[in-house]
Nanobody, 123 residues
Framework: QVQLVESGGGLVQAGGSLRLSCGAS????????MGWFRQAPGKEREVVAT????????YYADFVKGRFTISRDNAKNTVYLQMNSLKPEDTAVYYC????????????????WGQGTQVTVSS
């Protein structure tokens, strides 16, 4: 089992930045392809970005390309989501996810979920 814990959410004005972090207990994140999902009120959960075990392959949803960056630091057992140029429509609960695959596109449910962190972008 892997316990994923997100941090870094909060309230920010449109155009601002936040960095989300995801740490893991019991297992090292270095063994997993990792991803970030989000769910806005009344909407389905959607994939935001993913990163392979090696960090050499990433995937971004079209609506965040050029604004968000996913990265990992396996030595710190942490995955990050740097979010720049935030928009009110980015408001959602953001979830960290881990997959046993070497690469994970986010097209199916991951093996593990975090509890989520709220991101609110005011206009």
């Amino acid at each position: 089992q892997v316990q994923l814990v997100e941090s870094g959410g909060g309230l920010v004005q449109a155009g601002g930045s936040l960095r989300l972090s995801c740490g893991a207990s019991r297992r090292s994140v270095s063994r997993f392809a990792m991803g970030w999902f989000r769910q806005a009120p009344g909407k389905e959960r959607e994939v935001v970005a993913t990163i392979s075990v090696s960090g050499g392959r990433t995937y971004y949803a079209d609506f965040v390309k050029g604004r968000f960056t996913i990265s990992r630091d396996n030595a710190k057992n942490t995955v990050y989501l740097q979010m720049n140029s935030l928009k009110p429509e980015d408001t959602a609960v953001y979830y960290c996810a881990a997959s046993n695959a070497a690469y994970y596109s986010g097209s199916y449910n991951p093996d593990y979920w975090g509890q989520g962190t709220q991101v609110t972008v005011s206009s």
